[in-house]
């Protein structure tokens, strides 16, 4: 048998005459290949002290099952049996008698196609071997044999769009690849630069689509919001034309499928990967003041759609259907466009590959920390005779949060942010953190030798040598270093994701491994440190001002040059790491993983109080860096920093920081900035931009402005006879006036400018015209002549 190599598309499980089969679809050098894995059984694990009871239900009910005693304990030490199934069905119905008979089953949830590939270390690249048939367009192998492999894909993506009426009904399709690049509209011919395939209904534009996914064969389906919307829309259409949306491989139909818990919208296409622009991006910790295409694309790419007002865009596609569907094309597939220069723009995709291969978790998975740790944890676990616990109720007791330090506040010259580098991994591969860690380590006396174990917090104490968890994050660091090094900017950014995210799982309930003796002995041991390091610092006669999580600010008392700074800065660094060193060899005979880094030298630097106190502020300063050209302000916290501020308070911010921090008088500027805005010469800068969080219905006792400001649009909206805009969430404009908020689009009152000083300018000002002696409230009133 030819061994051949892929990556890894879909996966399916199901069940075909009462046995199970596993469908995975790889792509790899040949094209797509259907991998069919008949027989595995589900496996789930009982204790082994109900093996009579459990084998007594399933013969009262007729399920075949295998029990067997297997070298595996659970984390109480009890010995565990393991049941066999064979059919996916029938494992969860014997799972579902056995709760019923108080029984406990660990990793019943775990489904027969994770388990297949997670116990194979499959990650993304698979090698393969089997029976190959040749079909249409691709190849099927039974008789499978998987194993791992690193294979990287050059995966064939298409960017789709559909534009439809306002009571959903189609008008077109864009797709967008290097293959083929066209939309699909209903209508008759007419001449266009755009290629256009033209067909006579909306029926006829389905099964088009259906024929160009048949043709062009693509790996990965691109769009923006893309499942909940575009595909929704398309299976609603199909059903509607008893259709079936036959866009998967080997002629498979799409499923799509709602939470009925949190209305999420899935899409699974077999052989077909579908990932929305908005869900990868936030996956890969990118922020937006909005996540429309038309703000994305102009922030990412410089431009944007070419009708973007939402009343205008829904007329002006309507006209343009009727009147000018060449025009309604080159809008259409210029949407598609800018999706696919945005993934290209971000490396989306070669990031999801990465995630991929460093965690087998499915290319369009969103979020997946927990799954993420899942695959890779869970292989060695039971490689090491353990089975994972189940997940936690809710009634947990969580662990604090990282360390913030009270802060000094001042307008300061000279500080230095020293940073702990991926303080929380290290941490971990420090103090040995560990589930499996912990609970070996429980059977041990504390203390620095060979046999006895690492103390933690919260009763938590771990084993020196048993753990998985601190080498692979190991692992996962060396690869980040020379990615780094590389400059391979997806793949590094994929790796820092993880490796900070096995915290979060660990300190989540909703992770199986959840303990608080593993998170606090994490973010315990945090605070520890950067007291330590805090006391370090001033012994050396600085001043700490402030200190957030895995950061240090340090006061220089003077005003040093940035060569001065970057000395004081390497020294500190320095002679801190040293200590910790020291400090873990003498204390717990363990290796230091803890590397403090010199971050930054701010020039100026600001640390407010909290509004209306004397007391400092928390995760909110700014200060200037660099030099020259490359001089600018970094703003943390503050009103420049933040979405929910106008254009008005950050521009008026930047300017009055930028005088503050150059030593000049900045009187005059707030003046004629107080003057000018009430003159009305600053109106396209008072705009509000906010989310809606709930339903417009859900707001009752407490009604925000922008609620007040959503209800009055789509009053208006509905007294026109257009769509309600804002009943399910969404993001509105508006603007204060006279007579309350009002939308921006339907702006009618006069604008309250009083509101926009005493809500906008007076905070930011406040913040920090006191360190040099001077009031907002004296430099806003109107000045009053001699008399």
Same mark, same amino acid.
């Given at each position: 048998? %030819?061994?051949?190599?892929?990556?890894?598309?879909t996966?399916?499980?199901?069940?075909?005459?009462?046995?199970?089969?596993?469908?995975?679809?790889?792509?790899?050098?040949? /094209?797509? %290949?259907?991998?069919?894995?008949?027989?595995?059984?589900?496996?789930?694990?009982?204790?082994?002290?109900?093996?009579?009871?459990?084998?007594?239900?399933?013969?009262?009910?007729?399920?075949?099952?295998?029990?067997?005693?297997?070298?595996?304990?659970?984390?109480?030490?009890?010995p565990?049996?393991?049941?066999?199934?064979?059919?996916?069905?029938e494992?969860?119905?014997?799972?579902?008698?056995?709760?019923?008979?108080?029984i406990?089953?660990?990793?019943?949830?775990?489904?027969?196609?994770?388990?297949?590939?997670?116990?194979?270390?499959?990650?993304?690249?698979?090698?393969?071997?089997?029976?190959? @048939?040749?079909?249409?367009?691709?190849?099927?192998?039974?008789?499978?044999k998987?194993?791992?492999?690193?294979?990287t894909?050059?995966? @064939?993506?298409?960017?789709?769009?559909?534009?439809?009426s306002?009571?959903?009904?189609?008008?077109?399709?864009?797709?967008d690849?290097p293959?083929?690049?066209?939309?699909?509209?209903?209508?008759?011919?007419?001449?266009?630069?755009? %290629?256009? +395939?033209?067909?006579?209904?909306?029926?006829?534009?389905?099964?088009?689509?259906?024929?160009?996914?048949?043709?062009?064969?693509?790996?990965?389906?691109?769009?923006?919001?893309?499942?909940?919307?575009?595909?929704?829309l398309?299976?609603k259409?199909? !059903?509607?034309?008893?259709? @079936?949306?036959?866009i998967g491989?080997?002629?498979q *139909?799409?499923?799509?499928?709602?939470?009925?818990?949190?209305?999420?919208?899935?899409?699974?296409?077999?052989g077909?990967?579908?990932?929305?622009?908005?869900?990868?991006?936030?996956? *890969?910790?990118?922020?937006?003041?909005?996540?429309?295409? !038309?703000?994305?694309?102009r922030?990412?790419?410089?431009? /944007?759609?070419?009708?973007n007002?939402?009343?205008?865009?829904?007329? !002006?596609i309507?006209?343009?259907?009727?009147?000018?569907?060449?025009?309604?094309?080159? $809008?259409?597939?210029?949407?598609?466009?800018?999706?696919?220069?945005?993934?290209?723009h971000?490396?989306l995709?070669?990031?999801?590959?990465?995630?991929?291969?460093?965690?087998?978790?499915?290319?369009?998975?969103?979020?997946?920390?927990?799954?993420?740790?899942?695959?890779?944890?869970?292989?060695q676990?039971h490689?090491?005779?353990y089975?994972?616990p189940?997940?936690?109720?809710?009634?947990?007791?969580?662990?604090?949060?990282?360390?913030?330090?009270?802060?000094?506040?001042?307008?300061?010259?000279?500080?230095?942010?020293?940073?702990?580098?991926?303080?929380?991994?290290?941490?971990?591969?420090?103090?040995?953190?560990?589930?499996?860690?912990?609970?070996?380590?429980?059977?041990?006396?504390?203390?620095?030798?060979?046999?006895?174990?690492?103390?933690g917090?919260?009763g938590g104490?771990?084993?020196?040598?048993?753990?998985?968890?601190?080498?692979?994050?190991?692992t996962?660091?060396?690869?980040?270093?020379?990615?780094k090094?590389?400059?391979?900017?997806?793949?590094?950014?994929?790796?820092?994701?993880?490796?900070n995210?096995f915290?979060?799982?660990?300190?989540?309930?909703?992770?199986?491994?959840f303990?608080?003796?593993?998170?606090?002995?994490?973010?315990?041991?945090?605070?520890?440190?950067?007291?330590?390091?805090?006391?370090?610092?001033?012994?050396?006669?600085?001043?700490?001002?402030?200190?957030?999580t895995?950061?240090?600010?340090?006061?220089?008392?003077?005003?040093?040059?940035q060569?001065?700074?970057?000395?004081?800065?390497?020294e500190?660094?320095?002679?801190?790491?040293?200590?910790w060193?020291?400090?873990?060899?003498?204390e717990?005979?363990?290796?230091?993983?803890?590397?403090?880094? $010199? +971050?930054t030298?701010y020039?100026?630097?600001?640390?407010?109080?909290?509004?209306?106190?004397e007391?400092?502020?928390?995760?909110?300063?700014?200060?200037?860096?660099?030099e020259?050209?490359?001089?600018?302000?970094?703003?943390?916290?503050?009103?420049?920093?933040r979405?929910?501020?106008t254009?008005?308070?950050?521009?008026?911010?930047?300017?009055?920081?930028?005088?503050?921090?150059?030593?000049?008088?900045?009187?005059?500027?707030?003046?004629q900035?107080?003057?000018?805005?009430?003159?009305?010469?600053?109106?396209?800068?008072?705009?509000?931009?906010?989310?809606?969080r709930?339903?417009?219905?859900? $707001?009752?006792?407490?009604?925000?402005?922008?609620?007040?400001?959503?209800?009055?649009?789509?009053?208006?909206?509905?007294?026109?006879?257009?769509?309600?805009?804002?009943?399910?969430?969404?993001?509105? !404009?508006?603007?204060?006036?006279?007579?309350?908020?009002?939308?921006?689009e339907?702006?009618k009152?006069?604008?309250?400018?009083?509101?926009?000083?005493? @809500?906008?300018?007076?905070?930011?000002?406040?913040?920090?015209?006191p360190?040099?002696?001077?009031?907002?409230? %004296?430099?806003?009133?109107?000045?009053? /002549?001699?008399?």
């Amino acid at each position: 048998m %030819t061994i051949q190599q892929g990556f890894l598309l879909t996966r399916q499980s199901r069940d075909v005459f009462g046995k199970t089969q596993i469908e995975l679809w790889v792509t790899g050098d040949n /094209g797509p %290949t259907q991998l069919l894995i008949d027989g595995e059984k589900p496996v789930f694990f009982i204790e082994q002290q109900h093996q009579h009871q459990t084998q007594q239900v399933a013969a009262q009910q007729g399920i075949p099952c295998e029990i067997k005693n297997l070298p595996l304990k659970h984390f109480d030490q009890s010995p565990l049996s393991a049941c066999y199934c064979t059919s996916i069905k029938e494992a969860q119905r014997l799972s579902s008698l056995l709760e019923q008979h108080d029984i406990t089953r660990y990793e019943d949830d775990i489904r027969l196609a994770d388990r297949y590939l997670m116990e194979r270390f499959i990650q993304g690249g698979i090698e393969y071997t089997g029976n190959f @048939k040749a079909k249409t367009n691709y190849l099927s192998a039974t008789q499978v044999k998987c194993r791992k492999s690193d294979y990287t894909p050059q995966l @064939k993506i298409v960017s789709l769009d559909i534009e439809c009426s306002e009571k959903g009904i189609l008008y077109s399709i864009g797709l967008d690849s290097p293959m083929d690049s066209r939309v699909i509209m209903i209508g008759s011919p007419e001449p266009s630069e755009t %290629t256009i +395939e033209w067909v006579s209904d909306e029926k006829a534009l389905l099964e088009a689509l259906i024929a160009w996914f048949n043709q062009f064969d693509p790996d990965v389906v691109i769009g923006w919001n893309v499942i909940d919307f575009d595909f929704r829309l398309l299976h609603k259409r199909a !059903e509607w034309h008893k259709l @079936k949306l036959l866009i998967g491989r080997a002629n498979q *139909a799409s499923f799509f499928r709602t939470s009925n818990t949190t209305q999420q919208a899935f899409i699974s296409i077999p052989g077909r990967v579908v990932m929305d622009g908005i869900d990868t991006l936030k996956t *890969a910790t990118y922020h937006f003041r909005s996540w429309s295409l !038309e703000s994305v694309s102009r922030e990412l790419l410089g431009e /944007g759609k070419q009708i973007n007002n939402v009343h205008d865009r829904m007329a !002006e596609i309507n006209h343009m259907f009727r009147n000018d569907k060449t025009a309604l094309a080159r $809008y259409n597939l210029q949407d598609c466009v800018l999706v696919n220069r945005i993934f290209a723009h971000t490396h989306l995709i070669e990031f999801a590959i990465e995630r991929a291969k460093l965690t087998g978790v499915e290319l369009d998975r969103v979020g997946g920390s927990v799954a993420a740790f899942t695959n890779l944890y869970l292989p060695q676990l039971h490689r090491a005779g353990y089975v994972a616990p189940n997940l936690h109720p809710e009634n947990w007791l969580a662990s604090p949060g990282g360390y913030v330090m009270d802060s000094i506040p001042n307008l300061y010259d000279s500080v230095l942010v020293l940073d702990f580098k991926s303080l929380y991994p290290s941490i971990i591969r420090s103090f040995l953190i560990d589930p499996m860690g912990l609970i070996e380590g429980l059977k041990l006396e504390i203390g620095i030798g060979e046999n006895q174990a690492v103390a933690g917090f919260r009763g938590g104490q771990f084993h020196r040598t048993q753990h998985f968890l601190p080498q692979m994050i190991e692992t996962l660091w060396a690869a980040r270093d020379i990615a780094k090094r590389n400059n391979e900017k997806a793949f590094s950014q994929a790796i820092k994701i993880i490796m900070n995210s096995f915290y979060g799982v660990l300190g989540s309930s909703g992770c199986r491994f959840f303990d608080t003796r593993l998170a606090s002995s994490i973010t315990m041991r945090g605070h520890e440190i950067m007291k330590q390091t805090k006391a370090l610092i001033e012994e050396r006669g600085f001043q700490v001002i402030y200190g957030d999580t895995d950061s240090t600010f340090v006061s220089l008392n003077g005003q040093l040059s940035q060569a001065e700074a970057d000395k004081v800065g390497h020294e500190l660094v320095g002679y801190i790491n040293q200590w910790w060193q020291t400090h873990l060899r003498q204390e717990y005979a363990l290796e230091s993983m803890l590397e403090l880094e $010199y +971050e930054t030298h701010y020039k100026k630097f600001l640390m407010p109080t909290i509004r209306g106190q004397e007391t400092g502020s928390k995760k909110r300063y700014a200060g200037l860096i660099g030099e020259g050209e490359s001089e600018r302000i970094i703003f943390k916290g503050l009103e420049s920093a933040r979405t929910d501020w106008t254009p008005l308070a950050q521009s008026f911010q930047q300017q009055l920081y930028t005088l503050v921090f150059h030593g000049e008088d900045p009187a005059s500027y707030v003046r004629q900035f107080v003057e000018d805005t009430l003159a009305g010469r600053y109106d396209e800068r008072l705009v509000y931009q906010k989310r809606l969080r709930r339903k417009l219905s859900e $707001y009752q006792k407490n009604v925000p402005p922008q609620v007040r400001a959503a209800r009055l649009a789509d009053e208006i909206n509905q007294s026109l006879g257009r769509p309600l805009q804002y009943q399910n969430r969404g993001h509105i !404009e508006y603007l204060i006036t006279l007579n309350g908020p009002e939308p921006k689009e339907y702006l009618k009152s006069g604008i309250d400018y009083q509101h926009y000083i005493d @809500k906008q300018l007076k905070p930011v000002a406040e913040a920090i015209l006191p360190f040099i002696g001077l009031d907002f409230k %004296t430099l806003s009133e109107p000045q009053l /002549g001699l008399f």
